[in-house]
């Protein structure tokens, strides 16, 4: 784990905060002051903070990104539908959430963790785009790219939805970019157009690439973790 995570969990500060601690010369670890936030330290590191000692490091939180099948759903409970948790197995101290949701008819790129920061820096808005790979049941006329680039009004919403960028794969197949958290947004964005959603896909978020196949989960590497 990295020194500026593990001073700001030990004491509750936000990581700008421990930087400015380690930066101000006021860490140590294993008797020696270090400089750099990014140092990696692990349970048996003995972290000194001005005259404290931090004991141990938290257990390392986990980050997995997992390719969501049709049918499942990231809720906790569901007495009708498999859950995206019944692949992994949890740790009640640290339980695994997902990184926002997925819904049951959409496949694709899934995040979870165990560290709700982490969850809260990747879905801050602005910062992030999602790629969903959209197919329509219907082709339609090459005008529609111009109406989702002008922003579309749902139905009883004040904020149109904004779509960065958006690519036709096929007639009736698209590729957008957008950086939205809301309910079903890409479903009710074309449902206001006219148009309806017969497969939804994420291939990205920001700077993750959907690389593992359907079902299958791998952990984020440190330098993944970090992108965020
Ligand atoms: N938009 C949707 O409509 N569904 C999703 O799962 C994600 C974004």
Request: charged share 25%; with cysteine; aromatic share 6%.
């Amino acid at each position: 784990m990295r020194l500026d995570k593990a001073v700001s969990s030990a004491r509750g500060v936000s990581r700008s905060a421990a930087r400015s601690l380690i930066l101000g010369g006021q860490v140590c670890v294993d008797g020696i002051q270090v400089r750099d936030a990014s140092c990696q330290v692990g349970a048996q590191s003995v972290i000194g903070l001005g005259a404290d000692l931090i004991p141990g490091v938290e257990p390392a939180h986990q980050y997995l990104v997992y390719h969501k099948m049709l049918g499942e759903v990231c809720s906790r409970e569901d007495a009708h539908h498999p859950l995206v948790f019944r692949h992994f197995n949890d740790n009640m101290r640290h339980p695994l959430m997902t990184v926002g949701r997925l819904d049951q008819d959409t496949t694709g790129l899934l995040l979870l963790t165990t560290d709700g920061r982490w969850s809260h820096r990747v879905r801050r808005p602005g910062h992030h785009h999602k790629c969903y790979e959209v197919t329509l049941s219907e082709s339609c006329l090459d005008s529609v790219q111009d109406q989702v680039l002008a922003g579309v009004k749902l139905e009883d919403e004040h904020r149109p939805v904004q779509v960065q960028r958006i690519e036709r794969m096929a007639s009736n197949q698209f590729r957008l970019w957008i950086d939205e958290g809301r309910y079903h947004v890409v479903r009710r964005l074309w449902a206001a157009l006219g148009y309806h959603v017969v497969g939804l896909h994420r291939s990205s978020l920001g700077p993750l690439h959907l690389d593992i196949e359907l079902g299958q989960w791998r952990p984020l590497t440190q330098a993944e973790v970090d992108l965020f």
